[in-house]
């Protein structure tokens, strides 16, 4: 990550990949001056709150992204934070996948598609529109509007997500969760084209499956190979990615 990216936010930080983002940007040779970590319920997230207690650059922030009220909150304290440098990556990292069947057309509910579509696509859309102010005023700091990770808006998605992969391979049902992440890659590229005359980079990044608590024990990759795969992908930022579905090995993957 270059020097001059001093902030970062990351939504969904209490575990899993977005703890895993923290770690690892704190490893960082040249580590941000604030890495603002949000999750819904801050006083049970205790990996990351000892992490915060050693690591004074790390602030803990509520945000529960069904929840307007916290993403106001959240904005607030956000902008106190990083002053008038602004905000320089905003990482779109929470989501839900319930991966209790297998979430076909027999399974599914009106109830379980909203809810998967109010956390991975409508949450994210609206945390970005908040939060776009502080990521405009780091790119106005910018020396040309080349995109480059100092200014950037990132969204986690999925390859679950790609119509040409799924028509083509199949890649499980999950309804729920494939039809959301479509629609989340789409808001990215729709983002891509808002934001480029503003020399914001967008990217979706879909970070492999990965042994967490979504991706189960047989996934094929650990969380510390996503997180540093996807980390080199947001510091190799350029118009070449820009608006794309790219994987954690920097691969652009067909939507």
């Given at each position: 990550m270059a020097p001059s990216v001093r902030s970062v936010l990351i939504t969904g930080a209490s575990r899993?990949?977005?703890l895993e983002f923290v770690k690892q940007l704190l490893a960082l040779p040249?580590?941000?001056?604030?890495i603002i970590a949000t999750c819904r319920d801050p006083t049970s997230a205790t990996s990351l709150q000892d992490i915060a207690k050693s690591h004074s650059c790390v602030k803990v922030i509520k945000l529960d992204v069904q929840k307007d009220e916290d993403i106001e909150n959240a904005y607030k304290e956000t902008a106190a934070l990083v002053g008038d440098r602004g905000l320089n990556i905003l990482i779109n990292?929470?989501?839900?996948?319930?991966?209790?069947?297998?979430g076909g057309i027999y399974k599914t509910s009106r109830e379980r598609m909203q809810r998967h579509f109010d956390v991975n696509v409508s949450g994210p859309v609206v945390i970005t529109q908040k939060f776009l102010p502080l990521v405009k005023m780091a790119s106005e700091q910018k020396d040309s509007k080349d995109l480059n990770s100092?200014?950037?808006v990132i969204i986690i998605s999925s390859?679950?997500?790609?119509?040409?992969?799924?028509?083509?391979?199949?890649?499980?049902?999950s309804?729920?969760?494939k039809c959301s992440k479509t629609a989340l890659t789409m808001a990215a590229i729709v983002l891509a084209h808002e934001l480029r005359e503003a020399g914001i980079y967008v990217a979706a990044i879909h970070p492999g499956w990965v042994q967490t608590d979504m991706g189960g024990p047989n996934a094929n990759i650990t969380k510390e190979e996503s997180i540093a795969g996807c980390?080199?992908?947001?510091?190799?930022?350029?118009e070449e990615s820009h608006g794309k579905l790219v994987d954690w090995q920097g691969q652009v993957l067909p939507f």
């Open positions: 899993g990949l977005g040249s580590a941000p001056e604030v990292n929470a989501g839900q996948y319930d991966n209790s069947d297998d100092q200014a950037a390859a679950k997500g790609s119509q040409t992969l799924t028509f083509d391979y199949g890649r499980g049902t309804m729920h969760y980390l080199e992908v947001i510091s190799a930022a350029s």
